[in-house]
């Protein structure tokens, strides 16, 4: 089992930078694949991007391409998104989430995802 807390969330203006984080706790963080997903008001959950555990695969959503960033470091048990050029439709609450299946299995969708964390606002001014 995995717990996550996200931080690093706020309001920036478009065409700024931001960096999510989202730590782990627990033994295993470096078992699970892991994903970013955001929620804007009134929308779906959808996904941003995706991790395979031992960072060898990742994958984006077409509008984050180029300006997004995932990484990981299982030593410190941490994920982050590192998102660059932002734009007023990225305003959104972003929610990590770990994945216990095989990374290929569906790491765009939400409901293959195991554990989530409670998510951090990102707000982008224009």
């Known amino acids: 089992q995995v717990q996550l807390v996200e931080s690093g969330g706020g309001l920036v203006q478009a065409g700024g930078s931001l960096r999510v984080s989202c730590a782990a706790s627990?033994?295993?963080?470096?078992?699970?694949?892991m994903g970013w997903f955001r929620q804007a008001p009134g929308k779906e959950r959808e996904f941003v991007a995706a991790?395979?555990?031992?960072?060898?695969?990742?994958n984006y959503v077409d509008s984050v391409k180029g300006r997004f960033t995932i990484s990981r470091d299982n030593a410190k048990k941490m994920l982050y998104l590192q998102m660059n050029s932002l734009k007023p439709e990225d305003t959104a609450v972003y929610y990590c989430?770990?994945?216990?299946?095989?990374?290929?299995?569906?790491?765009?969708?939400?409901?293959?995802?195991?554990?989530w964390g409670q998510g951090t606002q990102v707000t982008v001014s224009s």
């Open positions: 989430a770990a994945k216990s299946r095989d990374y290929s299995d569906r790491y765009y969708d939400v409901w293959a995802y195991d554990y």
């Open positions: 991790i395979k555990w031992s960072g060898s695969s990742i």
């Open positions: 627990g033994r295993t963080f470096s078992r699970y694949n």
